[in-house]
């Protein structure tokens, strides 16, 4: 079974940093594309950064390009995504997924608020 | 960047009633376009992917279809656990969601 689970959420201010981490299990993690995708509250969905299945290839929205730093281990089947200079706008929930056509498969999200 | 729009953002209808929630592409995305439902307070399940194929698991009352930059997700017999808000997804070029459609029981 496909399970991907999110940690490393939580309350960070303005300007200050957070990782947030994803452990996969159920599949071959380093055969497969991934991605972040985020959703602020009461709002829909949004694409932040892929990751290729061996880590050469990184992609990013333009709203976070140069702030967040999407990367993966595959010894430990974890994908990473390092927040920096965080903005009350990237409050939201961030899913990680695992891409084939399309996100296929989801964690169950994990929660970044940033406010003073 | 590639829109795609969903120009509903709400929807009621009846138990048993045949649903089409559209999303309109900007440009051409091929067959790029996969369906989303999502519940409240969980993640986005997989319902169609490739514009009409149906992902493991899910009921063969939903059906997707394509007609140019045109996408349908059809639901052919409405049920009380299909309600929630549904999403389409490009990635044809990067990814773009659709803003969502809430579907509601009236």
Redesign the interface.
Known sequence: EVQLVESGGGLVQPGRSMKLSCAASGFTFNNYDMAWVCQAPKKGLEWVATISYDGSSTYYRDSVKGRFTISRDNAKSTLYLQMDSLRSEDTATYYCARVSTCFDYWGQGVMVTVSS | DIQMTQSLASLSASLEEIVTITCQASQDIGN?L?W?Q?KPG?????LI??AT?L?DGIPSRFSGSRSGTQYSLKISRLQVEDTGIY?C?Q?YS???????TKLELK
């Open positions: 790029w996969a989303y999502q969980k993640s986005p399940q997989l992917h490739s194929s992902a999403y997804l990635r990067k990814y773009t969601f659709g803003a969502g």
